[in-house]
């Protein structure tokens, strides 16, 4: 195993690591809201990035240290976990920097609150925000057993969780919501309040998210997995404490009096930064070099014998969740995409088993089934790019040609059936042409390909998305985009060389 010094550690576990995923996060989660892509989608577009960055950086090679969370079903499972954390507003908290409470923006109706609110609510929101995805990435490498039993109650930890948060606010609402003793007759009448609706939304929404996130940490504290435990904490407090320090750009008027910017394109570029560096630094923290003994009670949970029922509960809830998520904007595609995923699972266990029987056993490397591994990082990539794509586009015929509506369904009569072929193959080309339990070889050899197809087709989107060009306002963030493209294609390729010369 390579040695490498204490500042080339530093280098490659932290410093860059934090720079690509940062400068990742502020052009990804820039483009969330943007034209095509709203809530969960435009938090996928940001999840396949970052999923893939971490893998890409991470993987097992042969001559490189071993890592912890190297898994390619890392990629499925950041996109997923940020695309679910996606599923809500933040736009009613900003005002709280500026001391008011709106109740009716329309009419400019608002009440004074506590600046001391924004800081509380852009915590309580951005730590679920940035740590779901990293609930799920630590999924990828707890070092116990998990077994169906296990895998249950972890998720069983996260619905738990989100229960009691949503019993606690349905029971307490003075607990949660601002100023909620002063202002009962107002948000009693929300027809002459709409924002109150909004806010009474927006805050349920990120307390059950808060106890999806406590409920599944909880899991892990539980279980002593305590890699698991700062990985998930370290991300969701640094990002809670970076989205409250923010102040979602208020400040930002107070130097630039009168200037004409895109204020929440700046705030979501500067979130996603602030993700990023959540991230970073809990690759850092979790994600250095295995010691010897770590890397002894890695190999020991991954048996290669006969495929154990745990993988198929696994994949099968993961792939499902990738055809569900397909299934939120693919306009009548979903059912097939979700038949598929429910079809070829147990047909793929199956035929495995049959073929793994009939092996002799060998010695493995620690890194699972190689067959699923390459089915786990697909999936992931064909959930991120697949709706980033569709949404991208759409969002470009809307800039430009209008009609939202009727370029989303266009797209999907097109994509739709290419999407269903591309699942298919992804879990049928393992069964026609299997690799072997013992196989040692380098199971992505493009992988380097596949991080710059994602580089390249996101940065496309978000110059599609980012426009039209004679509108200064949109036109800095090209400039700005391919700023951030420079940087991320300068580290991608300073570790494609590492990793090229660690194999020779």
Not at 326 to 339: S, V
Request: aromatic share 14%; glycine share 12%; with cysteine.
């Amino acid at each position: 195993m390579e040695t490498v010094s204490p500042r080339r550690d530093l280098t490659h576990d932290l410093l860059l690591p934090t720079l690509l995923f940062a400068a990742l996060g502020g052009m990804t989660w820039a483009v969330r809201g943007s034209s095509g892509y709203g809530a969960a989608a435009g938090c996928v577009f940001a999840g396949v990035a970052w999923g893939m960055a971490w893998w890409f950086i991470s993987r097992p090679v042969a001559g490189r240290p071993e890592r912890r969370y190297d898994s390619a079903w890392i990629v499925l499972a950041v996109t997923a976990g940020i695309g679910i954390s996606g599923a809500r507003g933040w736009m009613q908290w900003p005002s709280f920097f500026e001391g008011k409470l709106v109740t009716n923006y329309a009419k400019g109706e608002f009440v004074p609150i506590s600046r001391a609110y924004g800081f509380l609510w852009l915590f309580i929101a951005g730590m679920p925000w940035a740590g779901l995805g990293a609930c799920l990435l630590a999924w990828t490498g707890s070092l116990r057993e998990t077994r169906l039993m296990h895998w249950l109650l972890r998720i069983g930890c996260g619905i738990g969780g989100a229960l009691v948060a949503w019993g606690l606010y349905v029971a307490l609402p003075q607990l949660f919501l601002p100023m909620y003793d002063t202002l009962a007759e107002r948000y009693q009448d929300l027809e002459h309040n709409p924002n109150l609706r909004r806010l009474i939304n927006d805050s349920w929404q990120a307390i059950v998210h808060l106890g999806v996130y406590l409920g599944l940490l909880g899991y892990e504290a539980a279980r002593r997995e305590g890699k698991n435990v700062l990985l998930i904490a370290t991300v969701g407090l640094v990002n809670g404490a970076g989205w409250a320090l923010l102040q979602n750009w208020k400040w930002a008027t107070e130097y630039w009096e009168g200037a004409n910017f895109n204020f929440w394109r700046c705030w979501e570029s500067s979130g996603g930064i602030s993700i990023g560096i959540g991230y970073g630094v809990a690759y850092f923290l979790a994600n250095r070099p295995l010691t010897a003994d770590e890397a002894t009670r890695k190999r020991a949970r991954r048996p290669l014998a006969v495929p154990d029922t745990t993988w198929l509960a696994v994949y099968l809830l993961l792939a499902v969740l990738n055809a569900l998520l397909l299934f939120e904007t693919c306009e009548g595609w979903g059912w097939p995409l979700l038949a598929g995923a429910l079809v070829t699972g147990p047909l793929y266990y199956a035929i495995r088993c049959r073929t793994y029987a009939r092996e002799p056993a060998t010695a493995h490397d620690g890194r699972g089934d190689p067959n699923l591994e390459r089915v786990g990082l697909y999936l992931g990539l064909l959930l991120g790019l697949g709706i980033s794509l569709e949404c991208g586009l759409k969002g470009f015929f809307n800039i430009y040609y209008g009609d939202e509506d009727a370029w989303d369904a266009w797209l999907w009569q097109n994509l739709g059936p290419a999407f269903l072929v591309v699942l298919a193959l992804i879990w049928l080309v393992p069964l026609v042409r299997p690799l072997a339990r013992g196989y040692r070889g380098e199971l992505f050899p493009h992988a380097a390909g596949l991080m710059w197809l994602v580089l390249l087709v996101l940065n496309v989107l978000a110059h599609l998305v980012t426009g039209p060009p004679h509108v200064w306002n949109e036109f800095v963030f090209n400039l700005y985009y391919m700023l951030l493209f420079l940087i991320t294609a300068a580290v991608v390729l300073h570790y494609s060389a590492l990793y090229r010369g660690a194999r020779q």
